[in-house]
């Protein structure tokens, strides 16, 4: 059975750093691409970072570039978002998702979902 548990959620000060982890089980890691989703009160759920399977290449959203890092570790099977100088703006429930494709970094794209970890960040 696949799985997807995030970790790593909390409130913070505008300014700190978060890193979420997501331990994926039941996926041969390898073959599959991963992301980043939020989803603030109100809004839709929209791709943060997304990493593809076979050579590692990234994507972020423009207003967390140069402040969020995406990594994956496959033989941990776990995938992490390294977050520093985080705004209020970045306020929202995280997801992680896992696509045996995952062409795109969107939330159409991705067939497996965690429940979420929540992010606050006070200003």
């Known amino acids: 059975q696949r799985q997807l548990v995030e970790s790593g959620g909390g409130l913070v000060q505008s300014g700190g750093s978060l890193r979420l982890s997501c331990v994926l089980s039941g996926f041969s890691l390898d073959d599959y691409a991963l992301g980043w989703f939020r989803q603030a009160p109100g809004k839709e759920r929209e791709g943060v970072s997304c990493?593809?399977?076979?050579?590692?290449?990234?994507w972020y959203t423009d207003s967390v570039k140069g402040r969020f890092t995406i990594s994956r570790d496959n033989a941990m099977n776990t995938l992490y978002l390294q977050m520093n100088s985080l705004k209020p703006d970045d306020t929202a429930e995280y997801y992680c998702?896992?696509?045996?494709?995952?062409?795109?970094?969107?939330?159409?794209?991705?067939?497996?979902w965690g429940q979420g970890t929540q992010v606050t960040v006070s200003s």
């Open positions: 990493i593809s399977s076979h050579d590692g290449a990234t």
């Open positions: 998702a896992a696509d045996i494709w995952g062409r795109r970094c969107a939330v159409s794209e991705y067939d497996y």
